[in-house]
């Protein structure tokens, strides 16, 4: 069963095999924790021998199909440089938009990832949307693959807790005018951000640091919203603005 | 000249030879033009040939020795997996808290930084420290290398313009204490952080997410201090929510 769960593990390192199978890679220690507790279906757990024996016996408790491997044999499978010696393969797929499922009551708050190239970036946000009250977060084609384990690590378990569609731009835009979201896009030196100026939904868009929101935008109803810089500085870190603006939006649910 | 600059590059590697040398490597199209425009101290710039040709012509004519180099090359100088093409050599060195400079009136935001063991995370904060209005940051001992490329490249500039010291934590606590700063310890679930509530000079400490804040603030006189999580989260990435933090003490100022 080893040799099996390895050889699944280094097809899951190529996009190809994470799309093809439906399954990704959940690296290290606490985040393996924290998945095991969501009930995330988890088909396996490979762990370096001695090495997190407390994780490896509550996931066979649950029927979990586990190995154990050399550590040599692991630095093979892990994506980090100095990896902590615990692995988890779960099934899970993006959703698309169709299957969203929105609050009946109270105001809609979605992230849009237009274009963030770092998957770290991109876990961080689907983290800040989980803990910061947007029910669902959306990445746009041209964003990192939400399934790549650096994606998955960022997250810290709430890629398993909230939900996650992707879209291509033209997609979104028909869906979300359809749906009555105002579009409210990200942009350096634009007003402030408040909650007071939200509408019932409100779907805020933050686009990758290099290039910015694609071009087609320009064509489209949207509010260019901001966050005041002090001290002469340009710009904040994608997911850090990000993290900001929906701290400010979800103000009146606090 | 050309082997010069690559060889220091090449020493720049390691922690050791960026402390010994006080030069840091800042990496990228952007991140270079940024760097130049700062006016700080640049000793040299390496790109691949054709890469970055107005990059290269700007610093020959502010007097900075460059050297081309084949592609090749030069991906064994990056610190990137896909570099772009254009790295710059720059004085550097992270103060002493005696060489700080505070602001003379009005309020003193300071962000420290207890145990930020991934160094873009240290980058990225920098940045937020820079960006909303704390005068410096402080990266205690068990923290990245503020001299990490990775950090440099995380700061996006702002490591050259924003005040960054290091010291080790009682150093820092005696200091603080001395100049007045209430010490506000970011905790997940503590009540909500708010500049309300802040006196004029404020300490903003920021701990790893593995580990926390370390177990020696048990004993010094402290606030706690968190941000409202919704939907049953736990918590956020470090550089999102000393982001949030930072936003929220700098209400005041906007």
Redesign the interface.
């Known amino acids: 069963m080893a040799r099996n769960l390895a050889t699944l593990v280094r097809d899951l390192q190529r996009r190809r095999g994470r799309e093809r199978r439906g399954l990704v890679v959940a690296e290290g220690f606490?985040l393996v924790s924290?998945v095991l507790d969501t009930g995330a279906p988890v088909v396996g757990v490979i762990a370096v021998e001695h090495a997190a024996e407390a994780l490896v016996a509550a996931a066979r408790q649950k029927g979990i199909d586990t190995a154990l491997v050399p550590e040599r044999e692991f630095r093979g499978l892990a994506d980090t440089d100095t990896p902590s010696g615990v692995l988890a393969v779960v099934e899970w797929s993006p959703l698309a938009l169709s299957d969203l499922a929105a609050p009946d009551i109270g105001r809609r708050r979605l992230l849009v990832l237009d274009g963030i190239q770092d998957p770290?970036n991109v876990g961080?946000m689907i983290?800040?949307a989980?803990?910061?009250?947007a029910f669902a977060t959306v990445a746009l084609d041209g964003t990192a693959d939400v399934r790549n384990p650096k994606a998955v690590r960022?997250s810290?378990?709430?890629l398993f807790?909230?939900q996650v569609a992707t879209a291509a731009w033209r997609e979104f835009v028909d869906w979300g005018k359809r749906e009555g979201y105002e579009f409210w896009l990200a942009t350096p030196k634009a007003e402030?951000v408040g909650a007071a100026a939200a509408g019932p939904r409100v779907a805020l868009v933050v686009g990758s640091?290099?290039h910015g929101l694609r071009e087609e935008w320009a064509a489209t109803p949207r509010r260019l919203v901001g966050?005041?810089?002090?001290?002469?500085?340009?710009?904040?870190?994608a997911?850090?603005?990000?993290?900001?603006m929906l701290?400010e939006l979800?103000r009146d649910?606090?």
Chains 1, 2 share one sequence.
């Open positions: 606490r924290e770290g961080a983290r800040s989980h803990a910061l009250g960022g810290m378990g709430s807790r909230h402030a640091e290099g966050i005041p810089m002090l001290q002469g500085a340009e710009s904040l870190n997911a850090v603005a990000a993290g900001i701290y979800s649910r606090r």
